[in-house]
């Protein structure tokens, strides 16, 4: 085994498979309390990679400190004791929402590490890390829609700042002038010896400097990184037996996926509102929307109903964002309610496919179906995983984080999924998107807003 990874949540697992895919194979485990030995268990599977979804972002502290511990105590014991010793990923999120911080500060004391690198950049996704700062298409991340987070509000960006002074970590932050200097100096900064555990935040701007930060961590011997999942895209971690596969032909992905698919959007970003929009207009059926006080029963019988007339259905609920207790409270009813609208919807007609957008969203729904062991089998686009689940019944599950993708993802997805001769039941979209030129442009290529990244966050900081 080259790698162990602990997520926070099931789309940010996925998407850490995705960027392994294909050339590392991995095994996504979803743990649930109470945690025991046999859930961190890879079963007697040869994998590169295990994947751990411990969903401890949407918990209070104490309790996420409780489950990442145990979590971390159990991976210690059954697979981080092996000989060579895997590297430890503590997958974050690149907007900061989870507890970060807490997560390091945990993995720290019990391993027992010196440093933990810490790099947060997805610059693929406009989401760069500069002079500490964390920036979404070159705004300070606090001053964009996520101060509005109804379970993690934003509201500052430095990335230091997720470690409490009181925490018995320091924090170094590593400038970009460092991180482009030679590799082999980047490696000794972090192999320096500290009087204490120490995070140390990078900067990084471009798919180059995350290239270059993972060359330096790799040769620095670090045994337990804390990054985003576009980091894992660059760790070199030896030789694999992965298989190639041609991700975009679902139909090759040894199961079948024949009857209908089911798309579950439990995200509020503007991004899936508007891929769920588009969808619905191209099926030319409503979505089925789930509300507090639905029929869940009633709900299920439209929703079979709907996948046997049009193969494709949609699952979503009221665009409307609670906030503080009252909204994660109500985010979690709801996802758990279309979890049994889903679970019940299966009883009646059984759904071959999904595609779920949302991270808490795919939890309540893989936990309604008992899909608690998942294989990253492919991508159908670049930021749409394919998992399989490895307990019968067998189904191809499709995972997106809501503010990920273009418009037309969600069409291309269900596309994808579909023959193309005389079953296709939507018209052929055409030639997909050629994906933006990304990741090795210079820090002063042009942005959202047509300005440097660095200029335009020494404007907001001005």
């Known amino acids: 085994m080259k790698a162990i990874v602990l997520a ?57 400190r409780r489950v990442i511990a145990r979590s971390l105590d159990l991976t210690m014991r059954k697979l981080w004791s092996r000989d060579p010793r895997p590297l430890l990923y503590l997958k974050a999120d690149s907007t900061l929402r989870g507890h970060i911080g807490l997560q390091v500060q945990v993995a720290a004391r019990l391993l027992d590490a010196g440093i933990v690198p810490i790099v947060l950049a997805n610059p693929r996704e406009g989401r760069q890390t500069l002079e500490g700062h964390q920036l ?33 970590m320091a924090v170094e932050e590593v400038p970009l002038y460092t991180v482009r200097a030679r590799v082999s100096e980047l490696a000794a900064i972090l192999s320096r010896v500290r009087r204490r555990p120490t995070a140390l935040v990078l900067d990084a701007l471009t798919d180059n400097d995350l290239d270059q930060i993972a060359r330096a961590i790799l040769l620095a011997e670090i045994p337990i990184i804390c990054g985003s999942a576009a980091l894992t895209m660059h760790l070199d971690l030896g030789a694999s037996s992965a298989r ?62 709907s996948l046997l007339d049009h193969r494709t259905a949609i699952l979503t609920t009221a665009r409307t964002r609670g906030s503080g207790p009252e909204g994660i409270e109500r985010s979690e009813m709801l996802g758990t309610l279309m979890g049994e609208v889903v679970r019940r919807a299966d009883h009646r007609v059984r759904i071959s496919s999904l595609v779920v957008v949302g991270g808490r969203t795919s939890y309540h729904v893989c936990r309604a179906l008992h899909m608690a062991t998942l294989e990253m089998v492919g991508v159908a686009l670049p930021e749409m995983p394919l998992l399989r689940s490895v307990t019968a019944p067998t189904r191809v599950l499709g995972l997106k984080p809501g503010g990920f993708g273009s418009p037309e993802t969600l069409i291309q997805t269900i596309e994808s999924f579909r023959p193309t001769g005389k079953e296709a039941t939507m018209p052929r979209y055409g030639k997909a998107r050629e994906p933006k030129a990304q990741g090795n442009e210079l820090s002063t290529a042009p942005h959202a807003k047509g300005q440097p990244a660095t200029k335009r966050y020494e404007e907001n900081q001005a």
Request: proline letters at 7%; aromatic letters at 2%; hydrophobic letters at 35%.
């Open 244 to 305: 190639e596969l041609i991700c975009a032909d679902v139909q090759k992905l040894g199961c079948s996926i024949s009857g209908p698919t089911l798309v579950v959007a439990g995200s509020l970003h503007p991004v899936t509102t508007e891929q769920v929009r588009m969808l619905s207009h191209r099926l030319g059926s409503p979505p089925t929307m789930v509300t507090v006080t639905a029929d869940v029963d009633q709900l299920s019988r439209d929703l079979a109903t």
């Open 8 to 64: 926070d949540d099931l789309t940010g697992a996925a998407d850490v498979q995705a960027h392994l895919w294909p050339r590392y194979t991995s095994l996504l485990r979803i743990l649930r309390e109470p945690i025991r030995v046999d859930h961190v268990d890879t079963r007697g599977r040869q994998t590169d990679t295990v994947v751990l979804d411990t969903e401890a972002r949407f918990l209070s502290p104490d309790t996420a």
């Open 136 to 168: 979404v298409h070159g705004e300070p991340v606090h001053k964009t829609a996520l101060a509005q987070d109804p379970v993690h509000p934003i509201s500052d960006s430095r990335i230091a700042n997720l470690f409490r002074p009181s925490d018995s």
